[in-house]
């Protein structure tokens, strides 16, 4: 019986579940030393150890946030240039096009993005170029003149180029940190064991 | 330290409706109490209200030195299982089980290592990048357990966990469900209408029924001692048989048997003896044995291995025995036994079962 007792009984996951001997859940886990906003941004873009773990579980949402922020801006500057134009022709339907497929990229590139998805990042960084190039399209409509007046004012096409500028620096941004955070959890995950749902 | 004081608490709706009345239990840190009765007894609506889910129409309710009668739910440092686990469908394991800590502003380190621990004591490492739908019923009545393990909470409650799941899973679930307060250490109140879980999983038992609380006890005592009719036929596997009688002379007589009765016993009936009165005997069925007083038809057998349950009638009354070993009795067949009245339970007669009350010895 003492035998018995010794063994290691091991359970089958599918219907039950042992309670295993394990990290003391009452532990008091909350010594662990506050941390300073340098210390938290050197952190987030250099992940360790306990950090490293955590990338497994939890999404970029950083990123997500960011491209998010970066379409905003985008759809903002375009706003503004069509409220004003008086001038409807080919180059202005095929900015409209270019603008859809930003948008629509955009959604699929935070989605993805989310996910640890490499490739995902290097397309933010081609929506940001893409979101610079669409400043051509607001110089083209800064330069149209109406009754010698132009119709994009100077206040306006400032606005217009800062948003573009943001927007594209959103989309930098958020590419960079989700290279250096799915390069973090690729890394981990090389030294652990395969476990469904893992995102790379 | 989790000391609970429940002191009249009650029940009443906007409709008039008594769910609970006078419901009073003084909860010793880290006790396992098992709230258990029919369905509609009241038993969830207390919890509720230790919950913090339902307001307390009377009565005060402590946790330690502190008043929580009027507290909020968030406030009272209470984790709560649900039957129907209540997870959040859009978000894998791990963040269901770390959401509450995310809500209170928590460091993610310490969620992380929280919700690992709580997970590896689970066997739930395997499946925190999965969402709900992916997991079997077990699987998710132990993440709705790792949710609240993680909180490290004064107090847990469970409200009828195991109902959603298949037999076999609930035996096994309830036998982790008790290692797993042995490892935590931590009060639990759990409610069941399962009166087998009760017996297993409880240092203290309250029946109740009807809102009213009919025994407070240990397993022992409640099945052996049972204060009333309702409490002694609730609790027990089969239930227990109850004959409706009177003492003549040294013989409780009834309507299709008469049964010898001992000094101890004739004693404790001594009010009841030649007097008219009703009284009402309760006997286990494992205190029924072959002898030669009463005389049962067996209509069906079901033999169990080393003991056997006997289904009969005796004058038309069900009844059932348990006796030991492999029977073959063909059915219809008569067979006569005797009750083991020391063991035996005796009741005065009420309008109904929770008004039947246990005859006990007068203390002098």
């Keep these: 019986m003492a035998d018995k007792k010794d063994e290691k009984v091991v359970m089958p996951d599918e219907n039950l579940f042992a309670v295993q001997e394990s990290a003391d859940v009452a532990e008091n886990f909350d010594d662990i030393p506050k941390k300073s906003l340098k210390d938290k941004i050197v952190i987030y873009f250099r992940p360790e150890g306990t950090q490293r773990e955590i990338l497994r579980y939890k999404g970029n949402s950083v990123s997500q946030l960011l491209v998010f922020f970066g379409l905003a801006c985008f759809i903002a500057g375009f706003s503004t240039i069509y409220g004003y134009i008086t001038t409807v022709d080919f180059v202005t339907g095929l900015n409209i096009l270019f603008g859809i497929l930003i948008l629509l990229f955009s959604f699929l590139c935070s989605q993805e993005m989310k996910n640890y998805k490499n490739a995902w990042n290097i397309v933010s960084f081609v929506l940001g170029g893409l979101v610079l190039l669409d400043m051509l399209y607001a110089i083209y409509t800064h330069n149209q003149v109406k009754a010698d007046i132009r119709v994009l004012d100077d206040l306006r096409f400032t606005v217009v180029l800062v ?32 476990m469904e749902g893992d995102r790379v | 330290m989790a000391t609970l004081s429940l002191k009249n608490i009650s029940k009443i709706y906007d409709s008039g409706n008594l769910a ?31 919950a913090g889910l339902e307001s307390i129409s ?63 004591m689970l066997g739930l490492t395997q499946q925190l990048n ?11 009545q132990r993440v709705a357990m790792g949710r609240a393990i993680v909180r490290s909470p004064k107090v847990f409650l469970f409200d009828e966990p195991l109902s959603n799941l298949d037999a076999k899973l609930r035996t096994s679930m309830r036998r982790e469900v008790k290692l797993l307060h042995q490892k935590l250490g931590t009060t639990m109140i759990y409610v069941t209408h399962d009166q087998s879980e009760a017996l297993t999983l409880a240092d203290r038992i ?148 929770e008004h039947s009350y246990r005859i006990r010895k007068k203390e002098n």
Excluded at chain 2, 75 to 85: C, T
Excluded at chain 2, 130 to 140: D, H
């Design chain 2, 206 to 353: 309250v029946v109740m029924s009807m809102g009213h609380v009919q025994q407070i006890g240990t397993p022992l005592e409640i099945y052996s001692d049972p204060n009333n009719m309702f409490v002694a036929d609730f609790i027990g596997t089969p239930p227990m048989n109850f004959f409706i009688g009177q003492v003549k002379g040294d013989s409780f007589i009834t309507e299709s048997f008469e049964h010898k009765l001992n000094a101890e016993t004739l004693d404790l009936l001594h009010d009841y003896v030649d007097s008219g009165k009703d009284v009402i005997l309760g006997i286990r069925p494992e205190n029924i044995r072959f002898g030669s007083e009463v005389h049962m038809r067996v209509d069906l057998v079901e033999n169990l291995g080393p003991t056997s349950l006997l289904h009969g009638t005796i004058s038309g009354q069900n009844v059932i025995a348990k006796v030991k070993g492999w029977q073959e009795i063909p059915s219809g067949e008569d067979r006569t036994f005797d009750f083991d009245l020391k063991s035996a339970c005796f009741f005065t007669v009420g309008d109904i079962k």
């Design chain 2, 20 to 50: 609970v009345e006078d419901f009073n239990i003084e909860i010793a840190d880290g006790e396992f109490i098992v709230i258990v009765g029919p369905s509609g007894c009241g038993k969830s609506t207390t919890l509720r209200m230790i």
């Design chain 2, 130 to 140: 999965k969402k709900p739908k992916a997991l079997s019923g077990g699987q998710r």
């Design chain 2, 58 to 120: 009377g009565g005060t309710f402590k946790i330690g030195d502190r008043d929580v009668t009027h507290v909020a739910a968030k406030d009272r440092d209470i984790a709560m299982v649900f039957q129907n686990y209540a997870l959040y469908g859009n978000m894998t394991v791990y963040q269901n089980m770390g959401f509450s800590l995310i809500l209170k502003k928590v460091d993610p380190e310490i969620i992380h290592k929280k919700v690992m621990a709580a997970a590896k």
């Design chain 1, 163 to 194: 948003l573009y500028i943001i927007g594209a620096a959103a989309y930098v941004v958020a590419g960079i940190i989700g290279l250096i955070r799915t390069k973090a959890l690729k890394e981990y995950l090389a030294t652990q064991a395969y």
